[in-house]
């Protein structure tokens, strides 16, 4: 039976990456070595199942990074901005599992390579339900409100000591690099990344019918600390939403892909005061 599955890549996880600053510098470098472990995955899965429908979703910025023409072919990539669902955009109920790749840690976790939670600009803490979550929570969160859950995720050995604390031992994981400080980590060579994430991507195509959906429950409490009191101030304009403090700004969805069109707003609305107001 042919599946369909969605891959998610960002940078920060990817094996090697340590700054944007190098990003910026050179980003051929860099483009190169993200769609290198998307290659991977899409190899795993196809060769668990050789007739699936792949999507992959450039979820670095404002996706323009994925080198897509150096990937397999037969593949669908979503690029650009802005979008429905930011990192996880196009996921619906026709897929049947979702993989992440170069992910990173929560904002605030200590000595952890370029972590951040959505925007580095905006946010400094995102809770749900009083739970301090990263984007892979959030991201596994929209996809399991259309029943898809993760089975895959690869990037730091923070990123990833989460990941099975949250998900359980069952997800299969690969660890990229080994973080040191927020712009330093000890990597490894990416031919042996890109060996383990093919071998873990067809593990985790192999036992799709293990894996659930992950779900936050309802309502959803949202509650975000922002950069700086300006941020706050402009974010806090959103109707429903309450000041807790000079930079806390909480709101209460019904249901979390409302909260999520939430943070969404707020990153939007956060990355624009900080330009403005200076």
Known sequence: MNKKFFIS?????IGGTVS???????????RKLMANEVTAVIEGIREAYPESAIVI?????LGHDLLFEELPFGVMVVRGSPRQYS???TIDKTFDLLY????HSK???VASTMDH???????????INQQEVDEAMINAAVAGHFGVPLGFVSGDDKLIA???QVFGKEIETVITKYSRSRFAALTRHPKDIGAEIKAKAKNAALKINTFKPFRFPSPCQIELQLNDTVRAQQVALIPGSKMIDGRTVSYKANNFLDGYKFILLAATLGSAAGKTYQ
């Open 9 to 13: 890549v960002d940078y920060e996880g």
């Open 107 to 109: 904002a605030g976790t």
């Open 57 to 61: 979703c450039d979820a670095h910025g």
């Open 162 to 164: 989460s990941v099975k």
């Open 100 to 103: 992440f790749v170069g992910y």
């Open 117 to 127: 939670t959505y925007s580095s600009a905006t946010f400094y803490r995102i809770k």
């Open 87 to 89: 990192m996880i955009d």
């Open 20 to 30: 944007w600053q190098e990003f910026s510098q050179e980003p051929a470098r860099f």
